[in-house]
Nanobody, 120 residues
Framework: QVQLVESGGGLVQAGGSLRLSCAASGSIFRINAMGWFRQAPGKDREFVASIRGSSEWTSYAASVKGRFTISRNNANNTVHLQMNSLKPEDTAIYYC?????????????WGQGTQVTVSS
């Protein structure tokens, strides 16, 4: 089993920045891709960004490309999401996710989520 714990959410004004972190523990050897999803009130959970195992290959949703950057530190099993130029529409609960496969289409593990609120 794999456990994911997020940190770094909070309240920020539009145009500001936040950095989310996710620490993985447990059966780390089973993980390939890691990433982030988000869910706003009344909306479905949506993909934000992902990064593959050791290749540093990344993927972003169109709505965050150029503003968000995902990175990964395999030495301490963490993944980060640097969020710049935040907009009110980025307000959501952000979930860390991990998958056995190289793609993040259907994650195998989820964190508990961290709230990000962007005020206008």
């Amino acid at each position: 089993q794999v456990q994911l714990v997020e940190s770094g959410g909070g309240l920020v004004q539009a145009g500001g920045s936040l950095r989310l972190s996710c620490a993985a523990s447990g059966s780390i050897f089973r993980i390939n891709a890691m990433g982030w999803f988000r869910q706003a009130p009344g909306k479905d959970r949506e993909f934000v960004a992902s990064i593959r195992g050791s290749s540093e290959w990344t993927s972003y949703a169109a709505s965050v490309k150029g503003r968000f950057t995902i990175s990964r530190n395999n030495a301490n099993n963490t993944v980060h999401l640097q969020m710049n130029s935040l907009k009110p529409e980025d307000t959501a609960i952000y979930y860390c996710a991990a998958a056995h496969r190289r793609v993040m289409s259907s994650p195998d593990y989820w964190g508990q989520g961290t709230q990000v609120t962007v005020s206008s």
